[in-house]
């Protein structure tokens, strides 16, 4: 009886397996180990999934472990046991599905998120679920070496320095993140290792120009010889993709192990000629990304003799995670790219959202030297005053109410204000003249019981009042929330108050309109908490109506 017919019979008469398992055939150790293989099948896709909720900050991603008996939900109970169980097909249908295949192509589970996730994220997962399946592959294969290959003391110790190694570029990928150089580097030195080879190179395909570069050259050579493609390109070795053995591996997607290299009609010498270098074999293997080749890696001259069909196979095995750290490479330049991008669009806003010289000058030029008493009272009408009026009002007001007790710069606290009126939009009700009129509404308040708060206190409530309705785009959150605008992707809650504060803090930032900067950076710290927490739960409106009401 074959093993499928064997299968099959099982299969439609359960319980002689049931017999032959529970009964005196099998020990009880050996169903043990039977037991616990399975169980941590699940247990790697369980922490794997749970992994992803952290990671996106969400709580309803489905385990699915694939079988052949089908698909089963993983969860865990309350005493930490793993639990399986015949998945049922769900009322909705989940927004992704992340399929997690080891390095062998079998499909070991799936996990279904059930919530929207961005392009961003899913690329995190993609990572995530192919370490976490490279896990459990080499685990595997580490136990049957245990197993049944306990005298193969090269291929055990072959599977030992691949895991470390994949644990090691984990590690870089995640934290290492600040240059992904360094993690390629990494893995054409280990991959220079594996195989014995005296150099390893790294070849990226453009494929605007169709045309091969040298992103990482020569590995295994000194330091000061290394040539590597630097920011101007001007270490760059380009070369057609039609030519060469690496040209015919990137075009064909074939692997290639070549013995002498210069009886190889496909061999191109001009990279020995322009490197000074004599290549005897070559192994050359392509990267895929998706389905697509994006690069090659190329080993040249094995230490002691030809490249073998064990160096094929770890070879290959490398080139996978070789795709992964260049296509997580990748994500983060462009990424990195972005940040500046937004760098750079930030420094254009805040040079024409902040006030310019003129505006200071003719700000500086008048003075109140006496005292405006009709300020003092809730009944004062701030809507008569002139456009020039109202940031001076404002400046008077806070040198009123803070110049015995804290050290400030006259020009920037002008810089300051004027700034402040530039960032409010001419929206119909949470415009400037608004905020200036809670400002005043606050400035009575202090003015009149100066002993209520502390200076710092007193502080944080003015410009809270001044500052709480910046940038105001004449919606509340309600309305931002329902739009999906890109306010409410970024606040979860109190969209707009969070946003005020922020903006209050990038004025603060700009060169010239820190009227904090004579603080302590604890004390800078307590008046931006403060800032940020009166702001947040609109607390100065609530103060000043119940204060309003008693006076």
């Not at 930030?346 to 030029?365: F, I, Q, R, T």
């Amino acid at each position: 009886m074959d093993e499928e017919r064997c299968l099959q019979y099982l299969k439609a008469n359960p319980y002689v397996l049931e017999a032959l398992v529970t009964g005196p055939f099998v020990s009880r150790e050996t169903f043990q180990k039977w037991a616990k293989k399975r169980d941590q099948k699940a247990r790697v896709l369980y922490e794997l999934g749970r992994c992803c909720e952290q990671l996106l900050c969400m709580n309803d991603v489905t385990v699915v472990m694939s079988s052949m008996d089908g698909a089963f939900q993983v969860t865990k109970n309350a005493e930490g046991e793993m639990k399986i169980r015949k998945l049922r097909k769900p009322k909705k249908a989940p927004y992704y599905v992340q399929k997690v295949v080891d390095c062998s192509e079998t499909i070991l589970g799936e996990l279904h998120f059930n919530s929207p996730v961005t392009d961003r994220d899913l690329a995190t997962v993609s990572v995530i679920s192919t370490w976490a399946a490279a896990t459990h592959y080499f685990a595997k294969i580490s136990s049957q070496s245990s197993e049944f290959l306990a005298d193969d003391t090269d291929k055990i110790n072959r599977q030992r320095k691949l895991s470390n190694f994949l644990l090691e570029v984990a590690k870089s990928i995640f934290q290492d993140i600040i240059s992904m150089d360094l993690v390629i580097m990494k893995i054409m030195n280990f991959a220079q290792k594996l195989v014995n080879a005296d150099r390893a190179s790294l070849f990226l395909l453009d494929t605007k120009t169709k045309e091969l570069y040298a992103r990482i050259f020569d590995v295994g050579t000194n330091a000061s010889e290394h040539q590597k493609l630097d920011e101007d390109g001007a270490k760059d070795l380009r070369f057609p993709m039609n030519k060469g053995i690496a040209g015919y591996v990137a075009t064909t997607g074939q692997v290639l192990n070549i013995e002498n290299a210069y009886e190889d009609s496909r061999f191109n010498p001009e990279v020995d000629s322009k490197t000074g270098y004599t290549t005897r074999n070559i192994l050359c293997m392509p990267i895929f990304i998706r389905g697509t080749v994006i690069g090659v890696v190329q080993m040249v001259n094995k230490i002691d003799g030809h490249f073998n069909r064990d160096d094929e196979d770890a070879f290959e095995m490398f080139a996978v995670y070789c795709g992964l750290a260049l296509h997580h490479a990748k994500l983060y330049d462009k990424i990195r790219r972005s940040e500046q991008k937004y760098r750079v669009a930030l420094e254009v806003l805040a040079y024409h959202s902040v006030c310019n010289k003129d505006e200071v000058n003719k700000l500086k030029k008048i003075h109140l030297t006496d005292r405006v008493s009709e300020l003092e009272t809730f009944d004062f009408n701030g809507m008569k005053l002139s456009e020039l009026e109202k940031p001076l009002y404002a400046v008077y007001m806070f040198k009123a109410l803070f110049q015995t007790d804290l050290r400030f710069d006259p020009d920037d606290l002008i810089r300051f204000v004027l700034t402040v009126r530039k960032n409010y939009r001419r929206v119909a009700y949470h415009n400037w003249a608004h905020g200036w009129s809670v400002a005043h509404a606050m400035f009575v308040l202090l003015f009149v019981k100066k002993d209520i708060f502390t200076p710092h206190e007193a502080l944080a409530l003015y410009v809270s009042c001044l500052c709480h309705d910046l940038d105001h785009r004449g919606k509340n959150n309600a309305y931002m929330k329902t739009m999906s605008t890109p306010l409410a992707a970024i606040y979860t809650t109190s969209v707009m108050e969070h946003h005020h504060f922020n903006q209050t803090v990038t004025i603060l930032q700009q060169n010239g309109h820190n009227i904090l900067k004579s603080m302590s950076s604890e004390e800078y710290k307590q008046a931006l908490g403060l800032i940020k927490v009166i702001e947040i739960c609109n607390y100065p409106n609530y103060l000043i109506r119940s204060f309003s009401t008693a006076y």
